[in-house]
């Protein structure tokens, strides 16, 4: 499962952050993880702009874990724009939100998520809902060839 694609991790919450990257830990996850904290700066990430201008446009992330409330720009302003562009309309982009409102599981979908994930509140429930994104989205899935 060993790669050298980073994952994106776009939250604004510090908690979850934290929260997130032990979960990432405890699950044996064998990647790199990298944090951005707002809308525009996933957007600069992704599409090498503002502070990541000099990023390699080739190391798009293995995979982008999507909050949606997120400071500047909101994270399905994110997907929208991110699935307009032709270097990213192909990245694996899952929805990881404590959200509870049907609309915004219904707009990401509609606007190209591939998978929405509702942040468990338990701790044993995450480490578990990490486990299996990790197996799936890490392990056993295969994207496309260019991205």
């Known amino acids: 499962m060993k790669n050298d694609k980073p994952i994106l991790l776009v939250e604004d919450n510090d908690d979850d952050v934290e929260l997130t990257l032990r979960a990432l830990r405890r699950n044996a996850v064998p990647m790199r993880v990298d944090v951005v904290r707002d809308g525009a700066e996933a957007l ?50 899952v929805i990881l939100t404590s959200s509870n409102v049907e609309c915004d599981l219904a707009r990401s979908y509609e606007l190209g998520a591939n998978s929405y994930i509702r942040k468990p509140v338990d701790f044993a429930q995450f480490l578990d809902a990490v486990n299996q994104l990790g197996l799936h989205w890490l392990a056993l899935n295969e994207g496309p060839l260019d991205h």
């Not at 702009?49 to 874990?65: E, F, I, Q, S």
């Open 44 to 93: 600069d990430y992704m599409l090498c702009t503002g502070a990541y201008a000099t990023r390699d446009p080739r190391d798009m992330p293995h995979l982008v874990l999507l909050d949606l409330k997120l400071p500047k720009v909101s994270g399905l302003e994110v997907l929208e724009r991110l699935r307009a562009d032709d270097r990213t309309h192909r990245a694996p982009i």
